[in-house]
Nanobody
Framework: QVQLVESGGGLVQAGGSLRLSCVAS????????MGWYRQAPGKQRELVAA???????TYTDVVKGRGTISRDSTKNLVNLQMNSLKPDDTAVYYC????????????WGQGTQVTVSS
């Protein structure tokens, strides 16, 4: 089992920045992928950014050019820095940890609310 605890959400004005953090604990060695997803009211959960154990990063159009995902393996910590926030970024942001090779497994954090005011 892997436990994920997110922090860093909150209320921010449009144009501002926010850093989300996710600390993983438990069977970390089983994980090779960590990512941030978000889900706005009435919408499906979508990938924002991800990072693999070898440091490869992925950014979707949601945050491309405005965000940076990073990890501190010594602390089992993954951060998502988001800049130039827009009201459309308002959502619950979820940390995800997964094993992308068989046997597949995925874990989710509880989520942290990000609200961007105009």
């Amino acid at each position: 089992q892997v436990q994920l605890v997110e922090s860093g959400g909150g209320l921010v004005q449009a144009g501002g920045s926010l850093r989300l953090s996710c600390v993983a604990s438990g069977s970390i060695s089983s994980i090779n992928f960590m990512g941030w997803y978000r889900q706005a009211p009435g919408k499906q959960r979508e990938l924002v950014a991800a990072i693999t154990n070898d440091g490869t990063t992925t950014y979707t159009d949601v945050v491309k050019g405005r965000g940076t995902i990073s990890r501190d393996s010594t602390k089992n910590l993954v951060n998502l820095q988001m800049n130039s926030l827009k009201p459309d970024d308002t959502a619950v942001y979820y940390c995800n940890a997964a094993r992308t090779l068989p046997p597949y497994i995925t874990y989710w954090g509880q989520g942290t609310q990000v609200t961007v005011s105009s």
